[in-house]
């Protein structure tokens, strides 16, 4: 009798699996136009060029235990809707020079990220991508586009108190004089060590879009 109600209930479980519901866990698409923060184009970026680099929060050096080098291991400390429960937060907000991240040489982050990752997990933390549908390598300025993407993937580590190097991408003059090792860097294979955003990666839309601004003679405009 036993054997019989082990086996109906493995039957029943069995069968209850087969119904669960399919769960898509790659990233969604945001529809065109939608103001909600994009997990892999506006967070991700920010965790990788910030707190991602090797010493840190990467897949090898795992400080603390905390990988920040994708949605699923970034979700472990976050709490969606919920930036006051959420230790990602909460570290970035954090006052305390000693505890605050990134730490001490690094630049905390801005008031403009602060919010972006405020924002991202009151919208519910979700794994969302922009679709970059028509890619604009024509209309490309410094200030709407190459500020935007430097800002985004580059100054994490190539900033006033950190020049990995020994390049500072928040200024101008710095950029134009370094544009040919840009160009080059940004081109390599992205399996290639030098290859630049390290341990990151542009889009082709962003890769193009800086190419394109170089090839108008990468002007301050
Ligand atoms: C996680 C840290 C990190 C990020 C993010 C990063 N870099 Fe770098 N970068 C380095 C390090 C470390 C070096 C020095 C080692 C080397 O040359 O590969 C370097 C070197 C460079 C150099 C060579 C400088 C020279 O004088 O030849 C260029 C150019 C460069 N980075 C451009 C970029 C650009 C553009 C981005 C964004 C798209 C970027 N980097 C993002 C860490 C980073």
Not at 101 to 130: C, K, S
Not at 176 to 194: A, C, G
Request: charged fraction near 20%; hydrophobic fraction near 35%.
């Amino acid at each position: 009798m036993k054997i019989i109600v082990f086996i109906l209930v493995l039957v029943v479980t069995m069968a209850s699996c087969k119904h669960d519901p399919l769960v898509f866990e790659g990233p969604v698409p945001l529809p065109e136009g939608s103001a909600e923060i994009s997990f892999q184009d506006e967070i991700l970026p920010l965790l990788l060029s910030n707190c991602a680099m090797s010493g840190c929060h990467d897949a090898l050096t795992r400080e603390e235990g905390i990988q920040l080098t994708d949605y699923s291991n970034v979700l472990k400390i976050v709490k969606a809707n919920n930036p006051g429960d959420s230790e990602l937060y909460e570290v970035i907000t954090e006052s305390d020079q000693d505890k605050r991240m990134p730490p001490p040489p690094r630049n905390p982050l801005n008031q403009a990220q602060i919010e972006m990752v405020r924002n991202w997990i009151n919208e519910g933390a979700r794994n969302t991508f922009r679709p970059e549908g028509n890619c604009d390598t024509v209309t490309v300025s410094y200030a709407s586009t190459v500020r935007l993407v430097l800002d985004q993937y580059c100054v994490g580590c190539h900033n006033n108190s950190l020049s990995e190097g020994g390049l500072n991408l928040t200024i101008f003059s710095q950029i134009q004089q370094k544009q040919t090792q840009i160009y080059q860097r940004i081109s390599l294979s992205r399996q290639d060590p030098s290859y630049m955003p390290k341990g990151g990666l542009l889009s082709d839309c962003k890769t193009n879009q800086l190419k394109a601004w170089i090839h108008q003679g990468a002007q301050q405009n």
